[in-house]
């Protein structure tokens, strides 16, 4: 998350944590402590949530999955044709 989007949040009064998962970063406001101090990372709750990235990024076209990069050399491609 952006620092200064972090900092204004916190401007305001509210904690702020953060999971990374394999496949995307999760930031959210802590709106209830007891629920996340539970030992390990619980999924953070819908209406907490204030910042989602994926770190992969898949593209499906015919049901085949294509990374960002081969997506774009399909539609170069097909341009072509």
Same mark, same amino acid.
């Given at each position: 998350?952006?620092?200064?989007?972090? @900092?204004?949040?916190?401007?305001? +009064?509210?904690?702020?944590?953060?999971?990374?998962?394999?496949?995307?970063?999760?930031?959210?406001?802590?709106?209830?402590? @007891?629920?996340?101090?539970?030992? +390990?990372?619980?999924?953070?709750?819908k209406d907490d949530i204030i910042y989602m990235s994926a770190k992969i990024k898949n593209y499906r076209l015919n049901d085949l999955w294509y990374s960002e990069e081969e997506m774009l050399r399909i539609i170069k491609q097909k341009a072509f044709l």
């Open positions: 998350m952006h620092p200064d989007i972090k @900092e204004f949040w916190e401007k305001r +009064g509210q904690s702020i944590g953060g999971y990374s998962f394999s496949a995307i970063d999760v930031w959210f406001v802590i709106s209830d402590p @007891e629920y996340y101090n539970q030992g +390990g990372p619980p999924p953070p709750l």
